[in-house]
């Protein structure tokens, strides 16, 4: 095997090793070594424009394994999106490959060893600087593969996701020095430091395992007030939905919600635009009063997504960005969610905050408003951000108060998100989301699996309500106490705990992640001074010559 074909190779390990630790493959485990053929890899690259050509290799693998379904292949119905899945797959290798320039780099200046010792802190800082900008797309987190075991990541209540991630780093690298010491005959099997590096593996890895085991099982049960919760699942064709009668859809679903006993139910959930049309505009007054008749006769809050509009007066300040109506009117859409609650008028509101990049809104369309001629057909195009991290507030059928909030499928994805959600008061959490536009294939069950995470890092219960599926109750150590399967009419009751302690992460944040950021601004920095220092003394030389 010569040079190429070994690169080849370590390449595609790396790829299916990592693709393959995520959902719905419950193979997390492979993440704890994935890297040691990438370290190997570029062990001997230390070139930019070779360690460009193999780091992209090896994450589009990866991609290519994790992110296939996000083009709709399954349906081929949409061309927009095929062509946005495309492009993903082709471009987002690029994020991950912009880090390991920054690593070849550090590697140039202060050597293999110290880059890889610091790789752990520069991943951090490059995944947490991936869930910050407008092209964000932090689905990939490392840290996300190992939601099937539950007992090895109920430490993110303190660090967050990204200390999953730093834990699988670690082990990493760690596997990576044993096995290329072992390899080149520089230790033997049984001396002290083979032992020793063994042991820090092992402990390194089962002593988050073992208090994670400790915590699910002995922890006492929480004083809190428990909610009703029923969960309407329509799996309604969510192409379908945008072509035909409108308010069909809001019929379906209303009939199936219709068929359920309500007696003891304190909150019901509709998903993500289950109302797929601009059910506050006074033009379809008539069908929010019926809905409304409905919530009344059942007695019951209703918590359904829908799409709003806003229409701008001319003494307003009107974005740029804004849609203009054949009447010269300039408004704003958002993909929202509202509460209704029976005999009151007042609705609470929440639009979504975080978009997805070039399906819901095309990023930067502010600074460059031509872009926005880029809309995805199915009504998911050109909605504008939410503002506020909306809490709702509403009565249970014995007269307590709750609060709770809502985050619009994508918004799940973002730990930082969800935990500001917590620190404004919210009792428990709730997921509407459509996760029909792909087939029953890995995109689901991916989002799903994400929503463990959230519940643990802030010790919440999380309910998704799903079109198609896959809705789910999780409690606040990530356990799935009630899941339905995709692609099913089905309608889910649970009980959810109201809680108002809020978890170490909830409290602090990303504390960890920002730490990575220092820690791997400090070696760019030594890094940069080192290069720099070479030059100066580069150019002293040439002067006494």
Same mark, same amino acid.
């Given at each position: 095997?010569?040079?190429?074909?070994?690169?080849?190779?370590?390449?595609?390990?790396?790829?299916?090793?990592?693709?393959?630790?995520?959902?719905?493959?419950?193979?997390?485990?492979?993440?704890?070594?994935?890297?040691?053929?990438?370290?190997?890899?570029?062990?001997?690259?230390?070139?930019?424009?070779?360690?460009?050509?193999?780091?992209?290799?090896?994450?589009?693998?990866?991609?290519?394994?994790?992110?296939?379904?996000?083009?709709?292949?399954?349906?081929?119905?949409?061309?927009?999106?095929?062509?946005?899945?495309?492009?993903?797959?082709?471009?987002?290798?690029?994020?991950?490959?912009?880090?390991?320039?920054?690593?070849?780099?550090?590697?140039?200046?202060?050597?293999?060893?110290?880059?890889?010792?610091?790789?752990?802190?520069?991943?951090?800082?490059?995944?947490?600087?991936?869930?910050?900008?407008?092209?964000? &797309?932090?689905?990939? %987190?490392?840290? =996300? !593969? #190992?939601?099937?075991?539950?007992? $090895?990541? *109920?430490? +993110?209540? @303190?660090?967050?996701?990204?200390?999953?991630?730093?834990?699988?780093?670690?082990?990493?690298?760690?596997?990576?020095?044993?096995?290329?010491?072992?390899?080149?005959?520089?230790?033997?099997?049984?001396?002290?430091?083979?032992?020793?590096?063994?042991?820090?593996?092992?402990?390194?890895?089962?002593?988050?395992?073992? &208090?994670?085991?400790? %915590?699910?099982? =002995? !922890? #006492?049960?929480?004083?809190?007030? $428990?909610? *009703?919760? +029923?969960? @309407?699942?329509?799996?309604?064709?969510?192409?379908?939905?945008?072509?035909?009668?409108?308010?069909?859809?809001?019929?379906?679903?209303?009939?199936?919600?219709?068929?359920?006993?309500?007696?003891?139910?304190?909150?019901?959930?509709?998903?993500?635009?289950?109302?797929?049309?601009?059910?506050?505009?006074?033009?379809?007054?008539?069908?929010?009063?019926?809905?409304?008749? #409905?919530?009344?006769?059942?007695?019951?809050?209703?918590?359904?997504? @829908?799409?709003?509009?806003?229409?701008?007066?001319?003494?307003?300040?009107?974005?740029?960005?804004?849609?203009?109506?054949?009447?010269?009117?300039?408004?704003?859409?958002?993909?929202?969610?509202?509460?209704?609650?029976?005999?009151?008028?007042?609705?609470?509101?929440?639009?979504?905050?975080?978009?997805?990049?070039?399906?819901?809104?095309?990023?930067?369309?502010?600074?460059?408003?031509?872009?926005?001629?880029?809309?995805?057909?199915?009504?998911?195009?050109?909605?504008?951000?939410?503002?506020?991290?909306?809490?709702?507030?509403?009565?249970?059928?014995?007269?307590?108060?709750?609060?709770?909030?809502?985050?619009?499928?994508?918004?799940?994805?973002?730990?930082?998100?969800?935990?500001?959600?917590?620190?404004?008061?919210?009792?428990?959490?709730?997921?509407?989301?459509?996760?029909?536009?792909?087939?029953?294939?890995?995109?689901?069950?991916?989002?799903?699996?994400?929503?463990?995470?959230?519940?643990?890092?802030?010790?919440?219960?999380?309910?998704?309500?799903?079109?198609?599926?896959?809705?789910?109750?999780?409690?606040?150590?990530?356990?799935?106490?009630?899941?339905?399967?995709?692609?099913?009419?089905?309608?889910?009751?649970?009980?959810?705990?109201?809680?108002?302690?809020?978890?170490?992460?909830?409290?602090?944040?990303?504390?960890?992640?920002?730490?990575?950021?220092?820690?791997?601004?400090?070696?760019?920095?030594?890094?940069?001074?080192?290069?720099?220092?070479?030059?100066?003394?580069?150019?002293?030389?040439?002067?006494?010559?």
């Amino acid at each position: 095997m010569n040079i190429r074909q070994y690169r080849l190779f370590l390449a595609l390990i790396f790829g299916l090793m990592l693709g393959l630790a995520y959902p719905p493959v419950p193979t997390g485990i492979t993440a704890a070594f994935a890297f040691v053929p990438f370290f190997l890899l570029f062990e001997s690259i230390d070139k930019y424009g070779t360690g460009f050509r193999y780091s992209y290799l090896s994450f589009f693998i990866f991609n290519l394994i994790t992110l296939y379904w996000a083009g709709g292949f399954a349906y081929c119905r949409d061309m927009y999106q095929m062509v946005a899945g495309i492009l993903l797959l082709i471009a987002h290798p690029i994020f991950f490959s912009v880090p390991i320039m920054a690593w070849i780099f550090i590697r140039r200046q202060l050597g293999f060893k110290i880059s890889v010792l610091m790789f752990p802190f520069l991943w951090v800082a490059f995944e947490y600087l991936h869930s910050l900008t407008e092209i964000s &797309f932090p689905w990939l %987190i490392l840290g =996300n !593969t #190992q939601t099937y075991d539950l007992s $090895i990541i *109920q430490f +993110a209540s @303190i660090t967050g996701v990204y200390g999953v991630s730093f834990w699988l780093l670690l082990l990493n690298v760690l596997a990576f020095i044993l096995f290329t010491k072992i390899y080149l005959k520089e230790w033997k099997p049984l001396t002290p430091f083979t032992l020793v590096t063994m042991f820090c593996i092992l402990v390194i890895y089962f002593v988050p395992k073992y &208090f994670g085991d400790r %915590i699910i099982h =002995n !922890t #006492q049960p929480v004083i809190g007030a $428990i909610v *009703q919760i +029923a969960i @309407i699942q329509p799996n309604i064709d969510p192409f379908e939905k945008w072509d035909e009668r409108p308010e069909k859809s809001l019929d379906i679903i209303q009939q199936q919600t219709g068929k359920i006993l309500y007696k003891g139910v304190d909150l019901i959930l509709w998903p993500e635009t289950a109302v797929p049309f601009y059910i506050l505009h006074p033009a379809n007054k008539l069908y929010l009063e019926k809905l409304k008749l #409905q919530v009344n006769s059942i007695n019951c809050n209703l918590l359904t997504g @829908i799409p709003d509009i806003r229409y701008y007066k001319q003494t307003d300040d009107i974005p740029k960005t804004s849609k203009t109506s054949l009447a010269g009117e300039h408004y704003d859409t958002y993909n929202s969610s509202m509460l209704l609650q029976p005999k009151r008028d007042d609705i609470q509101k929440y639009a979504k905050i975080i978009l997805v990049p070039f399906a819901e809104r095309v990023p930067f369309s502010e600074a460059l408003n031509i872009l926005n001629a880029m809309q995805w057909n199915f009504g998911l195009g050109g909605w504008s951000h939410g503002k506020d991290t909306t809490v709702f507030q509403c009565m249970t059928q014995d007269g307590r108060k709750i609060k709770f909030s809502n985050m619009i499928c994508y918004e799940s994805v973002y730990p930082q998100l969800v935990s500001a959600f917590v620190r404004r008061g919210t009792q428990f959490l709730t997921v509407i989301t459509n996760d029909s536009w792909w087939g029953n294939t890995s995109g689901a069950y991916q989002h799903k699996q994400i929503a463990v995470m959230r519940a643990i890092e802030n010790r919440r219960w999380v309910v998704q309500c799903a079109n198609g599926g896959i809705s789910v109750f999780i409690d606040p150590y990530g356990n799935i106490t009630q899941a339905t399967n995709m692609y099913e009419q089905s309608t889910l009751f649970g009980s959810v705990q109201v809680i108002e302690s809020q978890s170490f992460y909830t409290r602090y944040g990303d504390w960890l992640a920002e730490v990575a950021l220092i820690i791997s601004a400090f070696f760019l920095s030594a890094a940069i001074s080192k290069k720099v220092y070479k030059k100066i003394r580069q150019k002293d030389s040439y002067e006494v010559h």
